[in-house]
């Protein structure tokens, strides 16, 4: 690697020691005509490079899910995240609506500071959205769509 570049984060499940540089998985969970959902899972803290990745693998997935859908967010890893980041998440929320997207269910450790962060992006961005301990009543939730 070349003096001066630090290492990218890389999408994919981490390892334990390189969780802390932030990065993120896509998969459709569910394509059925009724509910279409999306799980991803975040973790760690991003930079801007990070956020825009994550915002084009939504968007690229997105035609393949029909009108609507949602997504569940696996974020027990994921850190509270600098204004710039969260706003480009705020952002990309608002685009993601556009293509559909109908509710946002975040999963959490506790309802701590980024369940508040969360939370406000999203309904900056106007977009349904709640924030559940448990994946399963997520799951429950974006279902009822």
């Given at each position: 690697m070349p003096d001066g570049q630090k290492p990218r984060p890389k999408a994919g499940r981490p390892e334990p020691s390189t969780r802390d540089r932030g990065g993120f998985t896509v998969e459709a969970l569910e394509v059925t005509a009724l509910a279409p959902v999306v799980q991803a899972t975040l973790w760690g803290f991003w930079d801007v490079e990070v956020a825009?990745?994550?915002?084009?693998?939504?968007?690229?997935?997105?035609?393949?899910?029909?009108?609507?859908?949602?997504?569940?967010?696996?974020?027990?890893?994921?850190?509270?995240?600098?204004?710039?980041?969260?706003?480009?998440?705020?952002?990309?929320?608002?685009?993601?609506?556009?293509?559909?997207?109908?509710?946002?269910?975040?999963?959490?450790?506790?309802?701590?500071?980024?369940?508040?962060?969360?939370?406000?992006?999203?309904?900056?961005?106007?977009?349904k959205n709640a924030v559940f301990l448990d994946p399963d009543a997520a799951l429950k939730w974006v279902r009822e769509a």
């Open positions: 825009e990745r994550f915002r084009a693998e939504l968007i690229q997935l997105a035609p393949r899910l029909g009108p609507t859908w949602s997504i569940v967010v696996d974020s027990r890893a994921f850190l509270p995240q600098t204004p710039e980041v969260s706003r480009h998440r705020r952002d990309s929320m608002a685009m993601l609506m556009n293509e559909g997207c109908m509710r946002i269910a975040a999963v959490v450790t506790e309802n701590g500071t980024y369940a508040m962060q969360f939370s406000r992006i999203a309904s900056e961005a106007g977009v």
